[in-house]
Structure formats: C-alpha cells, structure tokens
C-alpha cells in the first residue's frame, strides 16, 4: 500500500510538470537548449511515479502525417526512463525509452526497404534508459544509450506518434477511417461511374472512401457481361477465392446448392458467416434483371445494432455473447464442410459495434449453450429481426443491367424479394468478395496519391 502511495505521489507530480504551461528551470533539472549544428547531450534528474497518462481535454492536437513539427527543447525523466520532447506550438510528447530503443530508425536496427524492424526482442532492454539526449537543428532528437548504440529521430516522425489521448485518436482515424454515417431507409444511394472508378485515382479514392463510411455504393456503366467485378478486384488488388469460386452466378438452378441460387425470397443476411473470417466486401454485378420481383433490400446492421441496445440492452448483451453455430455442406468450386462458432454482434474492447455475423439459411441445428438460454437467445434475435425488417431502417431498391452493388459484408445486412421462375432464367447477377485489408491498403495508397497531387 506504501509503495503505491508513492507511485501515486509521484507521478501527480509528473503529471503536474508535463501540464505546467510554462517551462521554469531550477535545481533538479535542466533543459537542453537547441544550438544549430550541435548535438548537445546532458545527464538529467529523474522523477518516480506510475505511467504519464494524457487527458483528452488537455492534449493538444497533434495533426497526424505530414504535420510540421520544431522542437523547442528536450530533456528526460523518471530515471531517463522516458524522454519529454517540448514542441515549439507549445505541446508537448512523452516517449517511453523503452519504446525509442525498439524503434531505432538506425539500418542495424531497421531495414528501411521493407519498413521493417530489424532489432530481434530477445535483444531488447525493457528497462533501457537514455545515457545522453539531445537535439539537432530542432529536427531531430538524438539518444545515447547505456552501450553507447546512438538513435535519431526526426520530429516529424516523433510528433506523428505521440502518445497523448488526443493525437493516437488522430492516427488511428488516419489509418482506419473508423468514421460512421448510420442511415435507415432515408439512404441517399451514393452512385459512381463505373468507368470512372476504374481510370481515375480520384474517383476510387472517393468510392471506397464512400465504402467505408455509409458502406455501400452503387457502380453504373459496366458491361451486361460477365467479368466486370474481376476488374474491381484488379483495381484494390484481387478478390477472395471461396468454396463457390473467385466468382459466382446468382440465378435460379436446378438442385440449388445454396438458397441464393432460387427464386424465393431472401432474408436480411451477411454473406458467410460460417468462415471464422468473413469476407468483408461484397460484389453483386446485374447483368440480367426480371421485370417484376426481384427488389434488393438493404440494411444498416451497425445502426439497427445501436437501436437494439438502447431499447433492449439485455437482447444487445446476449446477441454480443452467445457464440451460435454455423454450417454449409456441399460441392461448388471444390467439396466443402465448413462449421463456425460467430455471436451475432460483434463488438471491440470499447463495446462499439465492429461486425454482424447472421445468416439463418446456414444457422445450424447444432445449437452449443445450455437449454434453458435457448429461448431468451431466440427472444434476443427475433427482436434484433424485427428491427432490421421496420420499414423506417431498410432500403429498398432494383438494381438495373449494367450496374454492380459493392458494399460492407461485416455492417450492411441484405436481403432479395421473390420473383417468379420462368422457362428461361430471368435474372442474372454474377458476385464475387474482397477482404476490408485488400480494400484498406488501396485506400491508403490512393490517398497518398490524391493527396500528393494537391
């Protein structure tokens, strides 16, 4: 209890300091000084406490990639254990010494062709502390360790990777467009050419930048053939080969091998969620459409989920912890026998909603919880179906020859109207998936190109 008192002492203090909004030199510490063209280093006083945590109220923001950044001074603390980096806007960035010495930028320490580390773990000090810091030209800190091994760091790079509440918020917004437009049946279907998605950097920039926000788009102008989602897939990278083959043909077959290949209606469903990963876009191109029946039916899953759990916690909470059973068996692209365990929502550490796993076709009858959870459990989804059915949360639509759908499997939930079977077959729609990491690494290439244009 005693030892924790102290922690607690001393870090307040250290808290205290980094928050101070003016720097005051006096007998316990000193602060480097920049001097163009020197690399300065001096011993500094070391302060002992629990680890510096950043308020969000009282960060600032920190613009992450490409930001300017020029260091007013640098100095270290708690033993050396980690290093203050005083920006010139006034901010300022705690860096653990642990963290620096794992991230040398040094070619012994990383392989700048690959963007890689180099520096084995097993290597590593965990408790490693700076002997000599310094800075150069403000554009650099630079770091003498225990066995003299020296790193640089240029500011830029160190102000990207701050770790104040704030600026990790800004990075991670960078790096997954984590942003959310929830919509219901009001959906104002983004649409693009298609043509133009395929051509222009700035056009695919914003379609799956569009994708990821409202997670759905709508492509016009393809060809009423065969073979147009394959482009798509060439210009994310390539598409998900799965047992029904890198595409597939939705139209009415003879012994259909899954409940898409019928006529019949088609409830609100992900694609897949008897793989343990499933894909995260989804293709459906139109190259034939019937002329009554047919209508394409769209849900926002994330949105409904939202709803659920404030008008009905308790079903959120079971939807979110009850792993239920999935299973497809039978012979496409190759023979299959596929089984998964999925919850219906799936949510992240921070209880917000990240992906929706529900098909009822390839629900198995294998159900592997107690049986006296079963009928609260249906109870839960049946209200959650219910939800996605309201005429106020689903969109409607009927697509036309020539365009393709692309849109999130893990969020949007979709679903077919009947259409009656006729002698010929009436409505042809060829689909194919992608993963959210294919998508992902195009998207951040693309922005990097668009951006470096303007």
């Known amino acids: 209890m005693k030892i924790n008192q102290e922690k607690?002492?001393?870090?307040?203090?250290?808290?205290?300091?980094?928050?101070?909004?003016?720097?005051?030199?006096?007998?316990?510490?000193?602060?480097?000084?920049?001097?163009?063209?020197?690399?300065?280093?001096?011993?500094?006083?070391?302060?002992?406490?629990?680890?510096?945590q950043h308020s969000s109220r009282i960060a600032q923001p920190v613009q992450a990639f490409g930001v300017s950044a020029a260091i007013q001074n640098v100095e270290t603390l708690e033993a050396n254990q980690f290093i203050c980096v005083h920006w010139e806007d006034g901010s300022k960035s705690l860096y653990p010494s642990v963290w620096l010495r794992d991230n040398?930028?040094?070619?012994?320490?990383?392989?700048?062709?690959?963007?890689?580390?180099?520096?084995?773990?097993?290597?590593?000090?965990?408790?490693?502390?700076?002997k000599y810091v310094g800075m150069t030209e403000r554009k650099k800190v630079c770091i003498i360790w225990p066995d003299d091994h020296t790193s640089e760091f240029e500011a830029e790079w160190l102000k990207e990777r701050c770790f104040s509440e704030q600026a990790r918020a800004n990075v991670q917004e960078e790096l997954f467009l984590s942003e959310r437009r929830y919509w219901g049946s009001d959906l104002q279907l983004p649409t693009m050419a298609f043509e133009e998605v395929l051509h222009s950097d700035e056009s695919a920039y914003k379609w799956l930048v569009t994708l990821k926000k409202v997670g759905i788009?709508?492509?016009?102008?393809?060809?009423?053939?065969?073979?147009?989602?394959?482009?798509l897939g060439q210009r994310i990278g390539f598409l998900r080969l799965t047992f029904y083959g890198p595409t597939w043909q939705v139209q009415d077959k003879v012994d259909a091998n899954n409940v898409a290949y019928t006529t019949e209606k088609l409830s609100f469903h992900t694609d897949y969620p008897v793989l343990q990963f499933p894909p995260g876009i989804q293709f459906l191109h139109c190259i034939k459409q019937t002329p009554t029946g047919g209508e394409s039916e769209v849900v926002d899953g994330f949105h409904v989920a939202n709803k659920l759990k404030e008008v009905n916690p308790q079903a959120f909470q079971i939807l979110t912890s009850t792993f239920v059973d999935f299973t497809d068996v039978g012979v496409d692209y190759c023979d299959f026998s596929m089984q998964s365990k999925q919850r219906i929502i799936d949510v992240d550490e921070k209880g917000q909603v990240i992906r929706i796993n529900f098909n009822n076709a390839t629900r198995?009858?294998?159900?592997?919880?107690?049986?006296?959870k079963v009928k609260p459990f249906y109870a839960a989804l049946k209200e959650y179906v219910n939800l996605l059915n309201s005429a106020d949360n689903k969109y409607i639509y009927k697509m036309k020859p020539g365009e393709i759908v692309v849109f999130d499997n893990w969020r949007l939930l979709h679903g077919r109207q009947s259409y009656q079977a006729g002698t010929e077959?009436?409505?042809?729609?060829?689909?194919?998936?992608?993963?959210?990491?294919?998508?992902?690494?195009?998207?951040?290439?693309?922005?990097?190109n668009v951006l470096s244009r303007k």
């Open 8 to 52: 607690a002492k001393m870090w307040t203090a250290v808290a205290k300091y980094l928050l101070r909004p003016k720097i005051h030199q006096d007998c316990s510490r000193t602060l480097l000084q920049a001097q163009k063209g020197k690399f300065n280093h001096r011993r500094h006083f070391s302060l002992s406490g629990r680890p510096w």
């Open 217 to 231: 788009v709508l492509l016009t102008g393809a060809a009423n053939r065969q073979g147009e989602v394959l482009k």
């Open 104 to 130: 040398c930028q040094c070619p012994d320490c990383f392989l700048h062709s690959a963007k890689a580390r180099k520096l084995l773990l097993e290597n590593l000090d965990v408790n490693i502390w700076a």
């Open 364 to 372: 198995d009858t294998i159900f592997d919880i107690p049986a006296e």
């Open 425 to 448: 077959i009436s409505r042809h729609l060829e689909g194919a998936y992608a993963d959210w990491d294919v998508v992902m690494s195009r998207l951040r290439i693309l922005r990097k």
